[in-house]
């Protein structure tokens, strides 16, 4: 906006405002909100040092006052939990697979391999320190242990299907239940202690027993991966469980129904599962993204809990629900206060997560107004403040101006300075309380003294005049009494409020014209242009060629550039004064040193036809050169003619094509699409994203959808710069409703993310559904997926399956791979083992790491191709380069058994040294080899 140089102003009365502040703010004495935890998130209550090693197992006692661990470097760890302090230790050179606090507190069970590399259940008295039983049956692995409800019984699970009932008083064992093959990794007995589940790992199966008759009840089939946790809910009614296939499932364990499945790609596998005690949150052990927590009605992300170091093996709440320790592959255990638990000063910052978005959490407003309002009931100041804000807009509730004004209200009474501004406005416009402007100025008087400066600038307008920027409906009324009083720089900016319009007030010329005129009156330049425009182009005024010059001439003589400028046209052409020439030659010289660039091309023009002035061909191209320089497009390819041709100038191809590419800034669409593309592949020019960047905005601002695409897909990446999530969804979207495919797919990708947009599983199947039946391939691939998982539509393996296989006759390697495991799972298909060798091949050979990890495992086990354990060695040997740890570990097998290759112990061992180390779980537990 041009602001012209005033000739005379109005003292500012300083004294005024400082009696303003002191009448409106005695007696204001400001508190502060409540303190939130420094540093990290808000949740963490305590980080322990833990292990060595990877932590594996973590149990709290019935009261919550200790927390025992286990991990592989040698002993059972207990701790304070209310100081983070490490009370002692228990045993010696124990590699410690699961801990559990029996009903009563005294007594803690732990699955261990001994300093003798015995597997047994060690039960110790905690008050004394003290190893009561080692319960021992066939040394095999133990994967898990746990108490029954009353303390009576243990059940431990581990190797080849193996359940052990034991009885706790006397170490005596009960029974052992088997059924399968596969080892028992996670195990949990019901409410009423009738019956123990069982989550196993290869098939996947979940097994239900009847721990009185010792019977197999039902065997739950769903998860396609082991099954790394399970629990029962508080009334036995719900089996919660979660799997490495990065699944949580709801079961119903009476019918063996799965009621409810939920996952998201970001967190990945999902190492352990507990549930709250009341059985309305389930908190996930997930090896890319922290500890997510999830309202176990509808698998809602409640918070993600994120400070641990790589993947979180084992997760445990308190009796009482307040309170989640986790353990991770990093060796730390963190504690933490459950998300909706805390103080108000949690539910605070829980609340703003939800509000705002924050990491994988999805901005919800109803969540949030839910945790505003609880902390807002315990005082929190902000928290009223943001209640009252949500109930005033409608932001995840329905608006009710009455309530919020009480919300704000509370907020003012605690020194909240935006709620007294706020409250101010409700008094200002009589929204929710009756209207009072002398309460309106006492709120804001407060406000301003915290420093606020929205309401230091409604009242600085009562004083000191204010910027036409700034002038808003409800302030219109203030800064017209400023500009009646005879304050030029009101009324100056009052005009340009009029002229262009402004946040609640219409552009009306007329008034305008008005304003302009009273501030021209007292000779402010920037009035005295616009007066000049309004008469020139008759808005506001009546058309008249004169007035308009007079004003200019005015405008000018103060030297305002553009009346400079428009000052000359008048003079060149003859238009409401006499021609000169001359005379305009040198009113656009004062403009073209300012920077004109209109002046500099008139300049230039003048100079080329030799009017007023001889012609001058070196004149030319210094002023059509600046005026070019300053965008003005009209001289654009008259330049870079005068080069290409050397006319006027020495031939020059380099600064011709300089000129020429910028004539695709005048609006050539193709131009600017080409631009683009040579920028971004570095064709002819050197390789720059930021300028390619700048071609495909211009050409996506004309509508061309490729563009738009390209320009999405550059903002989405760091190629682009600072990637633009916001932004770029824009463009896709854009792009995507012209019906381009790969802007489709790309948008889609964004809704499943949250990247950039609020989370809609539904979104991205629509999107994705719109560019598989135009082909594209990694849409048919993402919506096979959503099929498969019912993400944001209704589960159905046979539709995954269809697009599926569209897309892997493509060429698609994942699609390839999904495709393969659909045959071997029977998924959507009747199973067909060889059509699984034959697709993941197809995966493998495009060098996916997974499926050639798949592949050894056809080759193992003989499924769908001739059993060949050399095959296996190698597709395991090329998966594990890619990054496999199960390969890795299945490698490491085969060298201790010389299986397909021959027996070498030591190379076993580093194999699954190296497995460990990239956070194998059965590498770190099992430990087969050091166990020899």
């Not at 039983?133 to 080849?160: C, F, I, K, T």
């Not at 991770?328 to 933490?336: A, E, L, P, T, V």
């Not at 900016?493 to 302009?516: D, M």
Request: glycine share 12%.
């Amino acid at each position: 906006m041009m602001k012209g140089a005033e000739s005379c102003q109005i003292p500012v009365v300083k004294l005024a405002w400082l009696l303003l502040l002191l009448l409106v703010t005695s007696g204001v004495g400001a508190r502060s909100a409540p303190a939130e935890p420094a540093g990290g998130h808000y949740a963490l209550r305590a980080s322990l040092p833990g292990h060595a090693g990877p932590v594996n197992a973590l149990s709290f006692t019935p009261d919550g006052k200790l927390l025992a661990s286990g991990g592989n470097d040698g002993a059972i760890l207990l701790w304070d939990v209310e100081s983070g302090k490490k009370l002692r230790r228990l045993g010696t050179n124990l590699e410690v697979k699961a801990v559990g606090f029996s009903p009563d507190g005294q007594r803690l069970a732990c699955a261990v391999r001994d300093q003798n590399k015995k597997h047994a259940v060690q039960i110790w008295d905690i008050t004394k320190d003290k190893l009561l039983e080692s319960l021992e049956g066939p040394n095999q692995v133990l994967n898990d242990l746990v108490w029954s409800p009353d303390g009576g019984r243990l059940a431990s699970g581990g190797e080849a299907g193996t359940v052990r009932t034991w009885k706790a008083a006397n170490a005596k064992e009960v029974k052992i239940l088997r059924e399968g093959k596969s080892d028992v990794l996670t195990m949990a007995w019901s409410p009423d202690g009738k019956y123990l589940a069982s989550g196993e790992s290869w098939d996947g199966n979940i097994r239900i027993w009847d721990a009185a008759n010792n019977q197999l009840v039902a065997t739950l089939k769903g998860h396609s991966d082991w099954v790394a946790g399970v629990s029962f809910a508080k009334d036995g009614r719900r089996l919660f469980s979660a799997g490495k296939d990065g699944s949580v499932k709801v079961w119903d364990p009476a019918t063996g129904k799965e009621l409810l499945n939920f996952r998201q790609w970001w967190w990945g596998e999902l190492n352990g599962l507990a549930s709250s005690p009341d059985g309305t949150l389930l908190a996930g052990a997930a090896e890319k993204e922290g500890v997510p927590v999830w309202y176990a009605a509808d698998g809602k992300l409640l918070d993600l809990l994120v400070g641990q170091s790589g993947g979180v093996h084992c997760v445990s709440f308190s009796r009482d629900g307040r309170l989640l320790a986790s353990g991770g592959q990093d060796g730390s255990i963190k504690i933490w206060t459950v998300p909706g638990t805390g103080g108000q000063g949690q539910l605070f910052a829980l609340a703003r997560e939800h509000d705002k978005g924050a990491g994988q959490l999805p901005e919800n407003k109803p969540e949030a107004y839910k945790w505003y309002l609880k902390a807002a009931e315990q005082g929190h100041a902000e928290a009223m403040a943001r209640v009252g804000e949500m109930l005033t807009d409608g932001q995840g509730v329905t608006a009710n101006p009455t309530e919020a004004a009480k919300w704000l209200q509370k907020a003012a009474d605690n020194g909240h300075a935006g709620a007294q501004y706020d409250l101010g406005d409700m008094y200002a416009l009589g929204r929710g309380v009756q209207s009072d402007h002398g309460r309106a100025t006492e709120l804001w008087g407060k406000a301003a003294a915290q420093g606020h400066q929205k309401a230091m600038l409604k009242l600085n307008q009562k004083v000191e005049g204010v910027e036409a920027d700034s002038i808003t409906a409800d302030t219109l009324e203030w800064v017209t009494k400023l500009a009646e009083d005879g304050d030029v720089k009101a009324q100056y900016n009052l005009g340009l409020v009029y002229r262009n319009g402004a946040q609640g007030i219409p552009a009306t010329p007329t008034k305008a014209v008005k304003w302009f005129r009273k501030a021209a009156k007292q000779s402010h330049a920037g009035a005295c242009y616009f007066l000049g425009e309004s008469y020139a182009t008759g808005q506001g005024s009546p058309k008249s060629p004169k007035d308009a010059m007079d004003w200019y001439r005015q405008a000018a003589a103060a030297g305002v550039a553009e009346a400079q400028y428009e000052y000359g046209r008048g003079l060149e052409n003859g238009d409401g004064v006499v021609k000169s020439p001359g005379e305009a030659l040198l009113w656009y010289n004062k403009g073209a040193e300012q920077g004109h660039a209109g002046a500099m091309f008139a300049l230039g023009t003048l100079y080329k036809e030799g009017k007023g002035v001889k012609k001058n061909d070196a004149e030319v191209l210094k002023w059509y050169t600046r005026a070019a320089e300053k965008g003005d497009s009209r001289v654009m390819s008259e330049l870079a003619t005068m080069y290409d041709q050397g006319r006027g100038v020495a031939k020059n191809q380099v600064q011709a094509a300089k000129w020429f590419l910028a004539a695709a800034r005048n609006g050539d669409v193709l131009a600017q699409l080409n631009a683009g593309q040579m920028y971004s592949q570095g064709e002819t020019v050197n390789q720059d994203y930021a300028q390619a960047v700048q071609w495909y905005r211009l050409a996506a601002e004309q509508g061309n959808a490729q563009a738009q695409y390209q320009l999405g897909l550059l903002l989405s990446q760091e190629q682009g710069g600072s990637p633009n999530p916001e932004e770029a969804t824009t463009w896709l979207q854009k792009a995507a409703e012209q019906g381009n495919a790969e802007a489709q797919n790309s948008l889609g990708v964004m809704y499943v993310e949250g990247n950039g947009v609020d989370k809609s599983p539904e979104q991205a199947v629509r999107l994705f559904t719109l560019a598989a039946q135009q082909g594209n391939a990694w849409a048919q691939y993402n919506l096979g997926r959503s099929y498969a998982a019912g993400v944001g539509v209704k589960q159905s393996d046979r539709d995954a399956f269809v697009w599926q296989e569209k897309a892997a006759k493509q060429g698609h390697g994942e699609a390839q791979y999904a495709l393969g495991m659909s045959y071997a799972a029977g998924l959507g298909v009747a199973r067909d083992a060889k059509a699984a060798v034959l697709w993941v091949g197809k995966a493998a050979g495009q060098g996916l790491a997974k499926a050639r990890y798949r592949l050894g495992v056809f080759y193992s086990t003989g499924k769908g191709v001739a059993q060949d354990y050399g095959q296996a060695v190698k597709m395991w040997d090329e998966a594990a380069k890619g990054g496999e740890d199960m390969a890795l570990f299945l490698l490491a097998y085969m060298y201790e058994t010389g299986s397909g290759v021959k027996k070498d112990l030591e190379k076993a061992r580093k194999l699954y040294d190296a497995a460990a180390a990239q956070g194998n779980l059965l590498a770190s537990r099992l430990a087969k080899v050091s166990s020899r």
